[in-house]
């Protein structure tokens, strides 16, 4: 058995859109993934999350699901919609009530609550004013954060601003597959949006310190460890090509307090829009940074390729693919742990998300039997004792997801949960890897395969 340090928090991972539904009731507003989803074609079979896993209605339901698994922690998102529905105020009362029954019943139940304040459910009204392209956006933000933590912070000890600051800018204003579901292709605004969801960050963490000073504040990053597709001078130079991109544009202006030098003179007059003092605000130091990690990056040289990196990615022909096309490589996250506290030295890290989407069906008894996920959590769990017992500050880990959820533009034809939901009746059904994971969590430890 593979011990875990004491202390070492086991959680899941959620988020607002995905899981809540009722996006009509108590006075929420409308989100721009409510308006992206309901426009034709934007998602698989026009999938939306009116109703999602009825989490708004079903949580205590679905708390005693954390209990019995024996999670030591829970990561949700707050929708900003339900708490100022007009992007500003008045706020409404209701949904930050809804919030505060949230984090009681966790609390009740033993399960420390993980706030992340947004999780790409921008209200409509501020999208209609521009959204993450107008640097107003920073101040709302941190207005919001405001509101939240003077309500939550005596009870939530953990604060991320943001999950996936990459996703945000570049699948909702590069490749448009998210919502606000812009395709500039010339980058400005994915640049611009970077820089402003990083403004509203640095502007909201002096406001949780002070409203919630016991706490640790923090973000969620999805950093992909990159490795060349050869050993050719092309390829390792195009690995690192992509890697200045991805870890150095998306992380280093948090992790760093600055944009790489290398990276900006590529993007000419679409650079992000910087004003003094941004960097400052934006590099303050962090208590610690979640990371999300599922898979890696594998890519060539690419004379060709139309983008400024003239590289592409490629598929590694002896390796195992998840139902989201992605390549199962749990050494990648002992490369990226290493990396990232060789490079950043973060005082915490937490391992903010990680799982899988497998093509999960009920048996004719009605279970659901998930060996391929229970074989991908515990080679990951594996990499990351060896990652812990090599002194890199990881302190939890929180598998994503609980439940089956609504997969962004894949709708519900992904699942990632370890409880499978079924989507007409609204059953919750642990699947084999829940439990796995209860027994992970209760050995606090891993057996060595
Ligand atoms: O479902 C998403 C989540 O919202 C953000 N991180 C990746 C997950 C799986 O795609």
């Not at 026009?46 to 109703?51: K, L, P, Q, S, Y």
């Not at 992605?326 to 002992?334: K, S, T």
């Not at 989407?357 to 060996?371: E, K, L, N």
Request: include cysteine.
């Amino acid at each position: 058995m593979l011990q875990f340090p004491p202390g070492f928090v086991w959680g899941a991972a959620a988020s607002a859109y995905q899981i809540e539904g009722a996006v009509k009731t108590d006075g929420r507003g409308e989100s721009i993934w409510d308006r992206f989803s309901h426009t034709p074609g934007k998602t698989f079979n026009g999938a939306t999350g009116d109703v999602a896993c009825d989490h708004y209605r079903r949580f205590a339901e679905d708390i005693r699901l954390m209990a019995e698994l024996g999670l030591q922690a829970y990561r949700f998102s707050i929708a900003w919609p339900r708490i100022l529905p007009d992007g500003k105020g008045p706020i409404n009362e209701r949904g930050l009530a809804f919030y505060d029954r949230l984090v009681d019943t966790l609390c009740q139940a033993g399960i420390d609550p993980h706030v992340a304040l947004y999780h790409w459910d921008l209200p409509q009204v501020l999208d209609d004013e521009g959204g993450w392209l107008n640097r107003e956006i920073a101040d709302r933000f941190a207005h919001y954060a405001d509101v939240v933590s003077r309500r939550l912070g005596d009870r939530v000890k953990h604060w991320a601003t943001f999950n996936e600051p990459l996703c945000i800018a570049l699948l909702g204003y590069f490749t448009g597959e998210q919502a606000p579901g812009h395709r500039d292709q010339t980058f400005a605004e994915a640049n611009a949006a970077l820089h402003h969801v990083y403004l509203a960050h640095g502007k909201a963490v002096p406001v949780l310190r002070a409203n919630s000073p016991a706490s640790k504040i923090g973000i969620m990053l999805n950093i992909y460890p990159v490795y060349p597709a050869t050993d050719s001078e092309a390829d390792r130079a195009a690995a690192f090509r992509f890697e200045r991109f991805h870890t150095g544009w998306f992380a280093e202006p948090v992790l760093k307090g600055a944009y790489p030098a290398e990276v900006f003179p590529l993007f000419g007059p679409a650079a992000p829009p910087l004003q003094p003092g941004d960097m400052e605000l934006i590099g303050a130091p962090l208590d610690f940074v979640g990371l999300n990690y599922y898979s890696r990056m594998v890519v060539a040289d690419d004379p060709t390729a139309p983008d400024p990196l003239k590289t592409k990615m490629v598929h590694v022909a002896s390796s195992e693919y998840t139902d989201m096309d992605w390549e199962i490589y749990p050494a990648g996250l002992r490369d990226l742990l290493t990396m990232i506290d060789r490079e950043y030295h973060p005082q915490e890290i937490y391992i903010a998300e990680n799982g899988c989407a497998m093509p999960d069906v009920p048996d004719s008894q009605g279970r659901v039997h998930d060996p391929r996920r229970v074989a991908y959590l515990q080679a990951h769990l594996q990499v990351l004792q060896q990652a812990i017992a090599q002194d890199i500050p990881v302190k939890g880990y929180f598998v994503w997801s609980l439940l089956d959820n609504f997969e962004w533009s894949f709708g519900y034809s992904k699942r990632f949960g370890i409880v499978y939901v079924d989507y007409t009746t609204q059953r919750r059904i642990p699947k084999t890897s829940y439990r796995f994971y209860q027994d992970v969590i209760r050995a606090n430890g891993v057996a060595e395969v």
